[in-house]
């Protein structure tokens, strides 16, 4: 019973075009949404997160997107740089809790010079 | 400024024999949680542990693994016993409080290689 979904494996952007991840999540309960990312033989590393009582937050040329009706949340990255090119990580957090992150299995990005 | 700090990097072990990983978390972090990431596959939660306290070991196998953070030294993961379906990056995360606005960090993980 996969909590977060990351329906996509895979992506290959240009560099300078607009980089979509997506993630969908089936508990409303969830606080935080949160992304990572991550380069092989490294520790993910965070980028950007939101609560559930928004519906986006901005950070450079990072932006998420919260979707709550449709359980459904989005990280842009415009322009695409080479160096974005990574493994990301989508992440749901509940407070209260033991504020343990679940994660979704990821998408790697490459982005094209 | 160092950040979480893993080791070893990469641990290789036979079957039966004993699997210690060491997590020594960010200054000023009284937050460790261990992750496991099996391939082709995303982080997995095993445990959180505070100073002395077991808080969440939910994600925890119920034999053979156990987790500790101690008064002071880094917290341990270990795995007795290990076998192939071990190998795996162990991931350790910490954060100043137990709360969503406080990102947890991660270290660069242990590798750990059963043969």
């Known amino acids: 019973d996969q909590q977060v979904k990351q329906n996509s494996p895979s992506l290959s952007v240009q560099e300078g075009r607009i980089s979509i991840l997506n993630c969908d999540y089936t508990?409303?309960?969830?606080?935080?949404f949160l992304w990572y990312k991550k380069y092989p033989a490294e520790g993910p590393t965070f980028l950007i997160s939101?609560?559930?009582?928004?519906d986006k937050n901005e950070d450079g040329r990072f932006t998420v997107f919260l979707n709550k009706s449709a359980k459904h949340l989005s990280l842009h990255i415009v322009p695409s740089q080479p160096g974005d090119s990574a493994v990301y990580f989508c992440?749901?957090?509940?407070?209260?809790?033991?504020?343990?992150?679940?994660f979704g299995k990821g998408t790697k990005l490459t982005v094209n010079p | 400024n160092a950040g979480v700090m893993q080791n070893p990097r990469h641990l290789v072990r036979r079957r039966g024999q004993e699997a210690r990983l060491r997590c020594s978390p960010m200054?000023?972090?009284?937050?460790v949680y261990w992750y496991r990431q099996l391939p082709e596959e995303g982080l997995k939660f095993m445990v959180y542990l505070q100073k002395e306290n077991i808080i969440d070991e939910s994600g925890m196998p119920k034999e053979r693994f156990s987790a500790e953070f101690p008064k002071e030294g880094p917290s341990i993961l270990r795995i007795q016993q290990v076998v192939r379906g071990d190998s795996a990056a162990y991931f350790c995360a910490s954060s100043p409080l137990s709360n969503g606005n406080q990102p947890q960090h991660f270290g660069d993980g242990t590798r750990l290689s059963i043969l």
């Open positions: 508990n409303s309960m969830f606080d935080y």
């Open positions: 200054k000023g972090h009284s937050h």
């Open positions: 939101i609560s559930s009582i928004k």
């Open positions: 992440a749901t957090l509940t407070q209260g809790g033991s504020e343990k992150l679940v």
